[in-house]
């Protein structure tokens, strides 16, 4: 068996289904079927995405205002179009119906609903009105495992620059890099869903791995069906920097990366 990475992302055919169906709606404006039958196909997809400008353990989704309505948050049918909109943020994936709930949360901040895909879909609807999307959220839904994923290309350069020409400016601008990127992080699964896999060296420290692109989980994962996130890199850095003894890069590839909490620490403090 090859290596199996899976990023979780709403089925194709899914996405297909809601897209047929909003071409419906705009074909027949005001129509209130047509209308539901979109919030339906909404509901099925078994993961809702928003641009996250928070952190994982505190999200906090992005949106925007429309005149007339107030503050809407963005949600995004699939890791794609949220990653086309997320600018610098980072995209978060929801389970369902669980984001029905999370997102009515935000009633109290004064957001008035959500708009999907915007602005491809633009359609846009009441927070009061999510619990009603729960009627169609299915028991299970159907996610796929995607294609290669890279997470910090400029992150790749400046390894290959370090790994070329290594010295303290090297390898610093490595880890400020960092702290403006993405990395991925493969999940323990013997943790709560949220830690990232560890191992210890021979000298008993315990090293946190993370990984620029899924291609490089490889070659520490061969054989194996691993489940990953993305993850903002400074996230990452800072349990390092709180909860491990050093962190590994692209463990096993040419350009693989060490980082000393002692290092990421001091450049954490540049950003603050």
């Known amino acids: 068996m090859g290596t199996v990475v899976r990023m979780t992302d709403n089925a194709p ?11 419906a709606r ?10 539901m ?11 809702w995405f928003v641009v996250n400008n928070g952190t994982v353990e505190e999200p906090r989704p992005t949106g ?45 901040r004064g957001v008035s609903g959500i708009v ?12 009061a009105n999510l619990s009603y999307l729960k009627r169609w959220v299915p028991a299970g839904q159907a996610v796929i495992t995607t294609e290669v994923v890279t997470a910090a290309p ?9 790994r070329a020409e290594q010295g303290d ?10 702290v403006t990127a993405d990395l991925l992080v493969v999940v323990d699964p013997s943790g709560d869903g949220t830690a990232p896999t560890h191992i210890r060296n021979g000298r008993g420290e315990r090293v946190a791995l993370a990984f620029t692109d899924s291609t490089r989980l490889v070659a520490l994962y061969e054989g194996k069906a691993v489940d990953v996130q993305q993850r903002p890199a400074a996230d990452v850095l800072a349990l390092v920097a709180e909860e491990y003894d050093v962190l590994v890069i692209d ?22």
Do not use: C, K
């Open 26 to 35: 705009r074909a027949a404006p005001g129509d209130q079927a047509a209308e």
């Open 13 to 23: 055919v899914l996405i297909e289904e809601l897209d047929r169906r909003n071409d």
């Open 169 to 178: 400016d090297t390898y610093t601008n490595v880890l400020r890099l960092l």
């Open 64 to 108: 925007l205002q429309l005149e007339g309505v107030g503050s809407l948050i963005g949600v995004y049918s699939n890791r794609a179009r949220a990653q086309a909109a997320a600018g610098e943020g980072t995209v978060l994936g929801v389970p369902m119906p669980a984001a029905l709930d999370w997102l009515a949360s935000y009633a109290q």
């Open 116 to 127: 999907l895909d915007h602005p491809g879909i633009g359609a846009w609807i009441p927070l």
């Open 251 to 272: 463990a096993q590839h040419p350009s693989s990366f060490a980082a000393t909490p002692e290092w990421i620490r001091g450049v954490l403090d540049e950003t603050r």
């Open 154 to 162: 400029d992150v790749q350069a400046a390894m290959d620059a370090y």
């Open 37 to 47: 039958a979109l919030w339906e196909a909404a509901a099925r997809l078994g993961l």
